[in-house]
């Protein structure tokens, strides 16, 4: 099927995005250092733009366009809408940080959108073509903005690390989706899956294929033991940069994961399930113990992630509709956290203040109670103390691994988190009860404050009223 | 087909032994050259699978423009050749363990018991009239043309990157801007015009000097 002009419709946000990005690009030229503003405005009407056309093309079909490259369903219309909220949030949050260091240039601004180009890409692709080069996009702007201060030597460090671990990453993918096309002969998701209905392990090649595009999942993710690069990278790059390299992009992989596991290969579950299920133990235990030894808040919060990524990967692996609702459900709460609580640490990230230990978030609360009862939200959230949504999250996909008969495994993941539990509340104990070396209270941002609280707001919400998240989550895999 | 397998088994022994002498050759230009050579063997050994377009684009681009390029980056590059041999034969055995152990792997896995011909039968070969040109041309810019525009994408990514990395403003640098000097006028840029008394000279010596100051240029 040739193009149609039609087409062009369907990826309307995209089209709004990719002319965003190229109009900063153009605008920045002549913009002088005090007008640099104006980037930040046009950079955030542009996602508002985004998000409304989303929001108005959504619907509860399944448009599929490009001669089988694209697809738009609710499942990718609800990721779409939260990646874009969550690069909002984004640049809120690092406006300050970002100007305080002499970084608040147009190529930021630019980078960014053009990484949230590729995650929407990522997000209704329906062939392996596209997602790959949706991730290539979003992994070659996520290379120089970890390196993006460039004076900074763990920045170009943490940059050189993720580059080469990334192209590695990359590689074990492409490799695994030229065997799947060389067994089926196509790259669109539906062709792949009629192979594999038929055809199943007999295919050897298919087997082969399978293990290199998990891999790649795996390094994407940050899952045990494709992790390396996580803690290194979280430590070397600015904090925004991190802020936006912990929230939306998780959410870009997830869907990469369920497009290509269940989409394409859903009756080889049984197979990649148990793959799956060595990298989730493999990932909480790792994440959750090796935390406890960190002094340092980014490398904590990198192993606190690589330990999330092990629970969505439980979700996954119960193979049933309830367990991919509630990984996807858990996905979006984790982004929602990680957002918050590297927004706290960038927001407080000012007069020369660069937060890196733990022990600079000493006596917070003397200094800005409603930021250090943010932070405590998304602490206890993370945690999963009740009533913060991270409760609920891992409620769900506990109870999805237990109704399909993994209780042992669900044991063994609330003990992890039992054991984690206590690198979260110790910073609770830092925020509140530890006296600060310098108490003058803190001069914020006001739209900054706004969107912490609404993003706490939300943790908190969620986690008392989940049903409406968790509708539309259920609603995403019943097809 | 007998002839063929000789070509393919000439190609793919000198791509190995290339491939490998990119990697001990101690001096970074013939490392270079050899990588070269490699791209050439497989080019021919695409030619061999029927992909005519994609060989010769491998030679064109990776060889004709990519490899020169980064023959010159060499060449201008001071690099410390002892340094990195040394770090080389710290981590030779580790890297030797490594790759024996996925070779076994490998030939495990991918042996012909596996993967053999009585497994995955030979496609039928393409009709003497077949264009793998054309075709390619017909489905990029058809089938594949979302890919195609996201690819388009992806390089203007990687020219912002480039500059935003590596762009910077060096003071010590002298260089002439030549915007600024074609807009350079003769009034009050160039030429100062002074009024001022005439002198009594002294000696007539300096008398031709000291017109010449005084400016006719009006």
């Known amino acids: 099927m040739p193009f149609e002009t039609a087409f062009l419709a369907t990826v309307l946000p995209e089209l709004i995005l990719l002319a965003t990005a190229c109009a900063v690009l153009v605008l920045d030229l002549y913009l002088n250092d005090e007008q640099r503003g104006w980037n930040h405005n046009l950079a955030i009407l542009g996602l508002a733009a985004t998000l409304g056309t989303v929001g108005l093309l959504s619907n509860n079909g399944?448009?599929?366009?490009?001669?089988?490259?694209?697809?738009?369903?609710?499942?990718?219309?609800?990721?779409?809408?939260?990646?874009?909220?969550?690069?909002?949030?984004?640049?809120?949050?690092?406006r300050d940080y970002m100007r305080e260091r002499g970084l608040w240039v147009g190529e930021y601004h630019v980078l960014v959108l053009f990484a949230t180009l590729g995650m929407l890409i990522m997000v209704s692709a329906h062939s392996f073509l596209t997602l790959y080069l949706g991730l290539e996009l979003l992994a070659l702007c996520l290379y120089p903005l970890v390196a993006f201060d460039r004076d900074s030597k763990p920045g170009a460090e943490?940059?050189?690390?993720?580059?080469?671990?990334?192209?590695?990453?990359?590689?074990?993918?492409?490799?695994?989706?030229?065997?799947?096309?060389?067994?089926?002969?196509?790259?669109?998701?539906?062709?792949?899956?009629?192979?594999?209905?038929?055809?199943?392990?007999?295919?050897?090649?298919?087997?082969?294929?399978?293990?290199?595009?998990?891999?790649?999942?795996?390094?994407?993710?940050?899952?045990?033991?494709?992790?390396?690069?996580?803690?290194?990278?979280?430590?070397?790059?600015?904090m925004p940069v991190v802020l936006f390299l912990a929230s939306a992009p998780k959410i870009a992989a997830f869907a990469m994961?369920?497009?290509?596991?269940?989409?394409?290969?859903?009756?080889?579950?049984?197979?990649?399930?148990?793959?799956?299920?060595?990298?989730?133990?493999?990932?909480?235990?790792?994440?959750?113990?090796?935390?406890?030894?960190?002094t340092n808040i980014k490398r904590m919060l990198a192993y606190s992630t690589i330990s999330h990524v092990g629970f969505i990967f439980l979700g996954l692996l119960a193979g049933t509709q309830e367990g991919y609702a509630a990984a996807m459900f858990y996905t979006v709460v984790y982004a929602l956290m990680a957002a918050g609580a590297f927004g706290v640490l960038a927001m407080i990230s000012i007069n020369g203040l660069e937060v890196e230990q733990l022990d600079d978030l000493?006596?917070?609360?003397?200094?800005?109670?409603?930021?250090?009862?943010?932070?405590?939200?998304?602490?206890?959230?993370?945690?999963?103390?009740?009533?913060?949504?991270?409760?609920?999250?891992?409620?769900?996909?506990?109870?999805?691994?237990?109704?399909?008969?993994?209780?042992?495994?669900?044991?063994?993941?609330?003990?992890?988190?039992?054991?984690?539990?206590?690198?979260?509340l110790r910073v609770i104990k830092l925020l509140y009860f530890d006296k600060a070396a310098d108490s003058t209270p803190l001069r914020l941002a006001g739209d900054a404050k706004i969107a912490i609280t609404v993003n706490g707001l939300a943790v908190l919400l969620l986690g008392i009223f989940p049903a409406s998240l968790l509708g539309i989550c259920n609603a995403a895999f019943s097809g | 087909?007998?002839?063929?397998?000789?070509?393919?088994?000439?190609?793919?022994?000198?791509?190995?032994?290339?491939?490998?002498?990119?990697?001990?050759?101690?001096?970074?230009?013939?490392?270079?050259?050899?990588?070269?050579?490699?791209?050439?063997?497989?080019?021919?050994?695409?030619?061999?699978?029927?992909?005519?377009?994609?060989?010769?684009?491998?030679?064109?681009?990776?060889?004709?423009?990519?490899?020169?390029?980064?023959?010159?980056?060499?060449?201008?590059?001071?690099?410390?050749?002892?340094?990195?041999?040394?770090?080389?034969?710290?981590?030779?055995?580790?890297?030797?363990?490594?790759?024996?152990?996925?070779?076994?792997?490998?030939?495990?896995?991918?042996?012909?018991?596996?993967?053999?011909?009585?497994?995955?039968?030979?496609?039928?070969?393409?009709?003497?009239?077949?264009?793998?040109?054309?075709?390619?041309?017909?489905?990029?810019?058809?089938?594949?043309?979302?890919?195609?525009e996201i690819a388009a994408v992806i390089l203007l990514v990687a020219i912002v990157a480039a500059i935003r990395l590596t762009l910077r403003r060096r003071p010590e640098t002298k260089y002439l801007d030549p915007s600024a000097q074609v807009r350079v006028r003769k009034g009050p840029d160039r030429l100062r015009i002074v009024k001022m008394p005439t002198e009594p000279v002294p000696a007539p010596v300096s008398q031709a000097a000291a017109g010449g100051k005084n400016g006719d240029d009006q």
């Open chain 1, 362 to 424: 000493k006596g917070l609360n003397d200094r800005d109670a409603w930021l250090a009862a943010m932070l405590a939200l998304m602490m206890f959230s993370m945690a999963g103390v009740p009533p913060a949504v991270g409760f609920f999250a891992k409620l769900l996909v506990l109870d999805a691994v237990v109704s399909v008969g993994l209780t042992w495994l669900a044991v063994v993941a609330v003990v992890f988190s039992i054991i984690g539990a206590f690198y979260y």
């Open chain 1, 158 to 238: 943490a940059a050189m690390k993720y580059f080469v671990l990334g192209a590695l990453g990359s590689g074990m993918l492409l490799y695994g989706i030229s065997m799947l096309y060389g067994a089926t002969g196509s790259f669109g998701f539906a062709d792949v899956a009629e192979v594999v209905n038929a055809e199943g392990l007999e295919n050897k090649i298919l087997v082969f294929g399978l293990v290199f595009v998990l891999i790649g999942v795996a390094f994407k993710f940050g899952a045990v033991p494709f992790h390396m690069w996580l803690p290194d990278v979280y430590q070397g790059a600015p």
């Open chain 1, 62 to 94: 399944v448009t599929i366009a490009f001669s089988g490259s694209f697809i738009r369903d609710p499942f990718g219309d609800l990721l779409k809408g939260i990646i874009l909220i969550l690069t909002i949030f984004t640049f809120v949050y690092s």
């Open chain 2, 1 to 148: 087909m007998g002839f063929e397998k000789f070509l393919f088994f000439l190609f793919a022994i000198i791509t190995l032994f290339s491939a490998g002498m990119v990697v001990t050759r101690r001096n970074p230009v013939h490392a270079a050259l050899y990588l070269v050579l490699t791209f050439v063997a497989t080019a021919a050994l695409w030619l061999l699978i029927e992909a005519e377009f994609l060989g010769i684009v491998l030679v064109l681009v990776y060889v004709g423009a990519v490899m020169v390029l980064f023959l010159f980056v060499v060449m201008m590059l001071d690099i410390d050749v002892a340094a990195m041999r040394a770090q080389f034969i710290r981590y030779l055995p580790l890297g030797l363990l490594i790759v024996g152990l996925m070779m076994f792997n490998m030939i495990l896995v991918l042996g012909p018991g596996h993967f053999g011909l009585e497994h995955f039968a030979k496609p039928a070969a393409a009709a003497l009239d077949y264009s793998n040109t054309e075709v390619l041309g017909r489905e990029l810019y058809t089938t594949y043309l979302y890919q195609f």
């Open chain 1, 257 to 294: 994961a369920t497009r290509i596991l269940i989409d394409s290969l859903g009756a080889l579950q049984a197979d990649w399930g148990e793959i799956l299920m060595i990298l989730a133990i493999l990932s909480i235990g790792l994440g959750n113990v090796v935390a406890i030894a960190q």
